[in-house]
């Protein structure tokens, strides 16, 4: 799936990113301005698809003088559907959060950063996610194991794209804020909450301990589950 701009995934034409457009617009839209939100193809381009588009009744065109204005008719049959594809960004990390909610071995904080959380990235891209578990909770404990690979899975499952899980303890986290590790800025700027505590109340507790044998990294991918 393409992180920046999911609804290519079904339209990869130009039809796609300006159906997104509209389908997030509250209001009525020249050509111009939905190219420039479109940020691809020419003025002319997205002109002949809007044409098209309310050829077929799923964009209504309103003369405003000097203009026509574009917007989606929501009351059609399609509508729902593009508006559903232009938002499945939001599906994913709902589907994901859900699956978190299920977890027999709750985690402390989870979210997804990275081109996820940005918005932008392509077909390529990881899907990135932040795992924090308990203090009391051992690293190779294999039920919280089963579930991180399980949610990998869905990942997949659900985009096609890498999954990419980065798993550390709660102490293990208070050293990364500790030592201001640049790596917090790749965490929270941006960031989707997922479950748990927000990532922002998880100040450092107790004694610092040593991080890096049991924080892990782990990535999954399509090919490697097809081989």
């Known amino acids: 799936m393409d992180l920046k701009l999911p609804i290519s995934t079904v339209i990869p034409s130009l039809d796609g990113p300006v159906l997104q457009v509209l389908a997030r617009a509250g209001e009525g839209l020249s050509g111009r301005e939905v190219h420039k ?13 809007l044409q098209r588009l309310a050829a077929t009744g799923l964009v209504h065109v309103d003369d405003a003088g000097n203009s026509l204005l574009y917007c989606l008719n929501r009351k059609h049959l399609v509508a729902p559907v593009v508006e559903f594809l232009a938002d499945l960004r939001t599906a994913l990390v709902q ?3 859900d699956e978190l909610t299920t977890w027999r071995l709750p985690a402390v904080h989870a979210s997804a950063y990275g ?3 940005r918005a932008d990235g ?10 924090i578990r308990p203090d009391d909770l051992d690293a190779n404990d294999p039920l919280w194991n089963e579930q ?23 102490t293990e986290l208070a050293d990364h804020l500790a030592t201001e590790d640049p ?12 479950a748990g505590l927000p990532l ?9 301990a040593e991080v890096w044998p049991s924080t892990r990294s782990t990535t999954l991918r399509l090919s490697t589950l097809e081989s």
């Open 37 to 49: 939100l479109a940020g691809q193809g020419s003025v002319a381009g997205v002109r002949l698809v």
């Open 95 to 97: 589907r994901l959060a």
């Open 115 to 117: 081109a996820l959380a």
């Open 122 to 131: 392509d077909l390529e891209s990881d899907v990135e996610l932040l795992l």
């Open 148 to 170: 991180a690979a399980n949610l990998m899975q869905t990942v997949v499952d659900l985009t096609g794209n890498p999954a990419h899980v980065f798993e550390l303890s709660r």
């Open 183 to 194: 790596i917090l800025n790749d965490w929270i700027h941006p960031t989707l909450h997922l």
């Open 200 to 208: 922002n109340t998880l100040h450092p507790v107790g004694e610092q």
